[in-house]
C-alpha cells in the first residue's frame, strides 16, 4: 500500500528525471585500455523507463559525466531527453521543465549523491537508491529497496505507475 501523500506525489508526475552513475548503473566505472568505458545496466529498469514513456510520462537522463555507453543505451531505451556532461544539474533541469511546460510538482528526479541534491530540491518526487549518501536519503520523498544498478530505478517506475493507476505487473516488452 503507497502512503496517500506518496501516491499524490507520484501520480501528478509526467517528467521522471534519472541520474546515470549510481541510480542506472551501480556507480562503479570499468576503465579499458585507450579510455574504453564499459557500463552495466539493468534491464529492468530500462524496462521500466519504457514503460514510463508508454504511458505518456517524459523520461529524462540528466548525468555529470559524458559516456557512449550513456548515449547508447539511451538510444536503445528510445529516450529523447539526455543531456550529458553537465556539471550543475539544476538549471538544466529548469530548462528541460520550462520547454515541456511542466510545473516542478509533475517532475520527479532520482538522485544518489550530493551533487543531484540542488536539482531534487525542486521537484514534486524526489527520489534515490537504497545505497545513496546519507544526506540525499535525508532529503527525499521516496527511496527505494534497490541499491542504484541493481532494479532501484525500476521500482521508482512502477511508483509512478501503480499511483497512476497501471498495472505492469503482465506488461509486455
Not at 529548469?94 to 538522485?111: I, N, S
Not at 542504484?148 to 530505478?153: D, E, R, S, T, V
Request: net charge negative; proline share 4%.
Amino acid at each position: 500500500m503507497i502512503d496517500p501523500g506518496l501516491k499524490k506525489r507520484a501520480a501528478d508526475i509526467r517528467l521522471a528525471v534519472f541520474d546515470v552513475d549510481g541510480v542506472l548503473t551501480d556507480g562503479r566505472l570499468y576503465l579499458g585500455p585507450d579510455g574504453l568505458e564499459l557500463k552495466v545496466f539493468h534491464t529492468r529498469d530500462g524496462h521500466g523507463l519504457k514503460q514510463l514513456m508508454k504511458e505518456g510520462v517524459e523520461v529524462a537522463i540528466i548525468s555529470g559525466r559524458r559516456s557512449q555507453a550513456v548515449e547508447d543505451r539511451m538510444s536503445q531505451l528510445g529516450i529523447r531527453h539526455v543531456f550529458l556532461g553537465v556539471d550543475d544539474k539544476r538549471p538544466c533541469f529548469h530548462e528541460l521543465r520550462e520547454q515541456l511546460g511542466l510545473p516542478a510538482a509533475q517532475c520527479a528526479f532520482m538522485g544518489d549523491d550530493l551533487v543531484d541534491l540542488p536539482a531534487m530540491a525542486d521537484v514534486g518526487l524526489a527520489a534515490a537508491p537504497a545505497d545513496a549518501h546519507p544526506a540525499v536519503l535525508e532529503q527525499v520523498h521516496w527511496s527505494s529497496r534497490a541499491n542504484g544498478g541493481f532494479g532501484a530505478a525500476r521500482e521508482c517506475c512502477d511508483l509512478i505507475l501503480a499511483a497512476r493507476g497501471s498495472d505492469t505487473r503482465y506488461a509486455g516488452n
